[in-house]
């Protein structure tokens, strides 16, 4: 029972960061691989909290929202400035340099011998320390973020993010300042994945740099691609269905020499077989 919990955790806090990616990516065209950066700003500003002056959870989340939202729109602001490939390759070289700074910083960051005997929540004198009433605080805020994300997604603002993905500069014609909704979305996603970070760092009470690479913001990105992009729906099958995959992987009979290899083999496999035959994802409306 306490593995079952232990995955639906894990499918809650991936669920948050697929939304969050989503809405950058599946609605408004913007291939970001940086999310990861994000993730990791919200995990560290938590745990450096908790651990250095006892904050309580929620505060510290609230505080690592605002200090993502505020690096997430200087770094928005120069990504503003690429397009297509190189606005990938300009998210890709962030996310290097926020995880070399989470490697380097040691005085702050511990480097990579990361921050331990990180709290979980606490409200109102109780405390989230079972894994059961953890499970419930994370998919309670996973549903808060679903409901944000289709409501920005079928609002007004979020048909001018669909406009921009199908052809920017007709919608430049309308006099609508493009730059200004990407960016602005891009802070939004950010915001959402730091409250990702924070449930995580809460709920492993360790992190190191090694979980926000760029391997990550890869994987974030694969969970939008399998659910399909730009369907809120969509992000959080994807976080199911690739948080349990590897799980289900786990009980296949493969001889003990080559288990681990033979499960990611399969799960490549399964994830080429999807793209030749489903681009778009499984409930996707849009393919890159």
Known sequence: MEYLIHIAILISIYAILGLSLNLIVGYTG???ITQAAFYGIGAYVTAILLTATGMNFFISVMLGVIITGVLSLAIG???SKFKDDYYALGSFGFNVIIYSIFLNWQSLTRGPLGIPGIPRPSMFGFTF???????????AIALIIFGICEYITHSSFGRVLKAIREDEGAIRVFGYHTIWYKLSIFVIGAMMASVAGALFASYITFIDPSTFTLTESIFILAIIILGGLANNKGAMLGAFCLILLPEVLRFVGFPDDIAAQMRQVTYGLILILLMLYRPQGLLGEYKL
């Open 129 to 139: 320390s079972e894994n059961i009433w953890f499970l419930v605080l994370s998919a």
């Open 77 to 79: 602001f120069v990504l």
């Open 30 to 32: 913007l291939l970001s």
